[in-house]
């Protein structure tokens, strides 16, 4: 069985927990308020939209990995992290002015509507601050031991707190020019290997992994969060919209630094620095423009540089995955997952 098969079977099993513990919050608020029920109803709706579920089948296979076993009470840790994942993207949605997600509206676009922008943006603050609540009351409510659950619970607190500082970081990046390569990694730090690093040693936590197999967890899951991000980035750049499913080189308009921009920024090739100046704060970008940003990646050595650091990244994962006690099948897993985000790049030659 292929990884995405296993995603595929394990994400289903934690979509059905999820929709019984968002369906549970639902029937709850019906009894306070009609539109905090429409509230619920609609983070539902969102949080269900079909993915990979990586971040949370990545805690269900380390438990498995260790306990041979997939459980209610993991399940229910694992539909936690789903809304964990989901409170941080609502509030990133907003942040960068995203109107679809997934092949639907993000939540402040859903609110907008019969109402206007003011109230659609403070309905996405305040319902992603509520899904991260709802997100601890979930694993708080797992049936796992106290000691475990306040493990799992500070393992959040520490990641959500990450995440919030990365976020700052990637927007003053925006307004910055000079971002250097050693700045764009302590950003990335606490993005993506802040959630593989939640996901991954909750998991083994969860499943009594010796100490020794934590910390390898944790530098497992830190090398695949920056080989994900590096991986995303350059796919937002060079990927179809057809492949994307919303509008490509979106970051580019933001004037955001992802790491192959850095390295084509740092490269001081004047075309290149010309070409971002006028994409930035444009409403769309034209086919021309596409072209020529990902022609100057191309050429100043942005695209060969990250991908480069990329394969650095997977290499030191799988080492760490080696290393481990988790069972062979799981071990197989999370190397197929590393390969996959590193062959993926390949399709942009």
């Not at 003011?118 to 992603?128: H, I």
Request: glycine residues 6%.
């Amino acid at each position: 069985m292929n990884w995405e098969d296993v995603i595929e079977e394990y994400g289903l099993l934690i979509e059905r927990k999820l929709e019984e513990v968002l369906n549970k919050t639902i029937k709850d608020a019906e009894r306070y308020h009609q539109f905090i029920s429409k509230a619920y109803t609609s983070l539902r709706e969102f949080a269900l939209r079909r993915g990979k579920r990586i971040a949370s089948c990545s805690t269900l296979l380390t438990y498995k990995g260790y306990t041979g076993v997939v459980d209610e009470k993991i399940l229910t840790v694992c539909s936690g992290i789903e809304i964990y994942r989901h409170s941080i993207l609502i509030h990133d949605d907003l942040v960068d002015m995203d109107e679809t997600r997934r092949g639907g509206k993000t939540i402040h676009k859903i609110f907008t509507k019969g109402f206007d922008k003011r109230f659609g943006e403070g309905v996405a603050v305040f319902l992603g601050n509520i899904a991260y609540s709802l997100a601890v009351q979930t694993v708080m409510g797992s049936g796992f031991s106290k000691n475990k659950v306040d493990e799992a619970v500070r393992l959040l607190l520490e990641g959500y707190k990450e995440v919030n500082e990365s976020q700052i970081l990637d927007l003053l990046f925006e307004y910055k020019n000079n971002v250097d390569v050693n700045e764009w990694r302590i950003m990335a730090s606490k993005r993506a290997a802040s959630l593989f690093k939640v996901t991954m040693v909750m998991g083994g936590m969860l499943g009594d992994a010796p100490l020794e197999d934590l910390e390898l967890l944790k530098n497992a899951a830190v090398n695949i969060g920056y080989a994900f991000d590096i991986q995303d980035d350059i796919i937002d750049t060079f990927a179809s919209e057809e492949q994307y499913g919303r509008n490509v080189c979106r970051d580019m308009i933001l004037g955001k630094k992802p790491l192959h921009v850095v390295y084509t920024l740092r490269s001081q090739n004047p075309e290149a620095v010309n070409v971002f100046k006028n994409v930035k704060s444009k409403d769309k970008l034209t086919p021309e423009d596409v072209e020529n940003i990902r022609r100057v990646i191309r050429i100043t050595g942005g695209f060969d540089n990250a991908k480069k650091d990329l394969k650095k990244h997977a290499e030191e994962a799988r080492k760490s995955i080696s290393m481990t006690s988790m069972k062979s099948d799981v071990k197989d897993f999370f190397n197929h997952l590393i390969s996959y985000i590193e062959t993926s790049l390949d399709w942009y030659k």
